[in-house]
């Protein structure tokens, strides 16, 4: 049952659904009728509850999914599906320090705030003052975010791992970097997150995957992984069941990575076949041009 302050979902049998926040005596126009918010909050989740017309209206407590994707957006949008697997790969839990560059709209950081518990903490950065703004308003809309803190920053400018108004010495067990040059900003997040970190980074276009995986086999950084997430709805209808006729595929490119140190020794043991030995050839000669050697002078006999 729904309590005064409380978000809700109405739906209309014509398929719409809205989110509304309940506030004594503000009763609530539909384009079927106005509905008494007493009626409301009187009503149980998942129940039917009726406008001065007789439409009936169904009553659900909003999930985290329709929280996400109900909130004012002034960014590009981050898609649920994208955020699950990002979630995962990072290890959001209870007890975990999480950090997100930048903060944009607020969408996943609601998610983030949801996922790390009383005993996890999310430090989320934005440069853009007026995002910063946007994504503060959006979580507290929600009815999360005890476990965030917003930080007006440019990460540019680092984590402020040592400032005592950031991260005052308490690092990140993983990142979020969504920001438009993510390999700029490496250094910066290997000085703020502990030994063995996660990273995931959310990319639009091949040319910025390309440009981050070459700067990611400098090191040190391992199990490096691009992937996308494609998801296709069915019809549903038993008898008739099949694919729907649209579906969400590509959002963004998924890039995750983990911060590894690699040695001599451990290269010298791993098993190389004829086109593994030409890939790691070909990525030795990357790392020459950028170290400033010339490729053609390194041995890449392997």
């Known amino acids: 049952m729904p309590q005064y302050g409380d978000l809700v979902i109405l739906a209309s049998p014509r398929g719409k659904r809205h989110i509304y926040r309940m506030e004594e005596g503000h009763d609530l126009h539909t384009q079927d009728g106005v509905m008494r918010a007493a009626d409301v909050v009187a009503a149980e989740f998942g129940s039917e509850v009726r406008t001065a017309m007789g439409v009936p209206f169904r009553l659900e407590k909003p999930q985290l999914y329709d929280l996400v994707m109900g909130i004012k957006r002034q960014t590009q949008i981050m898609y649920p599906k994208d955020?699950?697997?990002?979630?995962?790969?990072?290890?959001?839990?209870?007890g975990r320090t999480i950090l997100e560059a930048g903060s944009g709209s607020g969408g996943f950081t609601i998610a983030l705030s949801w996922f790390s518990g009383p005993n996890g903490h999310v430090h989320s950065f934005e440069a853009r003052e007026e995002f910063h703004k946007l994504a503060k308003r959006?979580?507290?809309?929600?009815?999360?975010?005890?476990?965030?803190?917003?930080?007006?920053?440019?990460?540019?400018?680092?984590?402020?791992?040592?400032?005592?108004?950031?991260?005052?010495?308490?690092?990140g067990d993983a990142l979020f970097l969504d920001?438009?040059?993510?390999?700029?900003?490496?250094?910066?997040?290997r000085e703020a997150l502990v030994p063995g970190a996660p990273i995931a980074f959310?990319?639009?276009?091949?040319?910025?995957?390309?440009?981050?995986?070459?700067?990611?086999?400098?090191?040190?950084?391992?199990?490096?992984?691009?992937?996308e997430i494609l998801v296709r709805p069915w019809k549903v209808v038993p008898g008739r069941l099949r694919p729907a006729d649209r579906m969400s595929a590509h959002t963004a490119f998924l890039v995750f990575t983990r911060i590894q140190e690699r040695s001599a020794d451990w290269d010298a043991r791993i098993p190389l076949g004829t086109r593994e030995r030409k890939q790691e050839?070909?990525?030795?000669?990357r790392l020459a041009v950028a170290r400033g050697e010339d490729p053609e002078s390194v041995d890449y006999d392997m």
């Not at 440019?154 to 991260?167: Q, S």
């Not at 959310?202 to 691009?226: D, H, K, N, R």
Request: with cysteine.
């Open 83 to 94: 955020m699950g697997l990002i979630c995962f790969k990072l290890g959001v839990g209870n």
């Open 179 to 189: 920001v438009r040059t993510p390999w700029e900003y490496l250094d910066a997040a």
């Open 281 to 285: 050839a070909a990525r030795q000669a």
């Open 138 to 171: 959006n979580v507290a809309w929600a009815g999360v975010g005890d476990n965030v803190t917003f930080h007006l920053r440019d990460i540019a400018d680092g984590f402020g791992i040592d400032e005592p108004d950031v991260l005052n010495g308490q690092k």
């Open 202 to 227: 959310l990319l639009p276009t091949v040319e910025q995957v390309s440009e981050l995986i070459t700067a990611l086999e400098i090191g040190p950084f391992e199990e490096t992984e691009v992937c």
